[in-house]
Nanobody, 127 residues
Framework: QVQLVESGGGLVQAGGSLRLSCAAS????????MGWFRQAPGEEREFVAA????????YYADSVKGRFTSSKNSAKNTVYLQMNNLKPEDTAVYYC????????????????????WGKGTLVTVSS
């Protein structure tokens, strides 16, 4: 069992930055790769980023590539999503998710392919 808790959301002006955190608990967290997803009002949940178990490999949606960076602190069982140059269209609830995954390669995860989810944190970008 893996428990995930996101934090760091808030209100920011367009062009600003936020850093989201996802704290994980569970003895076997090291067996999981992580993903970030978001869901805007009235929209389906969509993939944002993935990070491997080692933290050494990442994958990003085209819409955030070059602006968002995911990283991992294994000692703290925490993954991060640094979001720069935020746009109003980035407004959404952001979720982290875990998938049992042993390869250090990470693809674009499907929403229904993840094993555990956090409850999300709201990011609002004003224009």
């Amino acid at each position: 069992q893996v428990q995930l808790v996101e934090s760091g959301g808030g209100l920011v002006q367009a062009g600003g930055s936020l850093r989201l955190s996802c704290a994980a608990s569970g003895r076997t967290f090291s067996n999981y790769a992580m993903g970030w997803f978001r869901q805007a009002p009235g929209e389906e949940r969509e993939f944002v980023a993935a990070i491997s178990r080692s933290g050494g490999n990442t994958y990003y949606a085209d819409s955030v590539k070059g602006r968002f960076t995911s990283s991992k602190n294994s000692a703290k069982n925490t993954v991060y999503l640094q979001m720069n140059n935020l746009k109003p269209e980035d407004t959404a609830v952001y979720y982290c998710a875990a998938k049992r995954w042993y390869s250090d390669y990470v693809p674009k995860w499907a929403v229904d392919g993840m094993d555990y989810w956090g409850k999300g944190t709201l990011v609002t970008v004003s224009s």
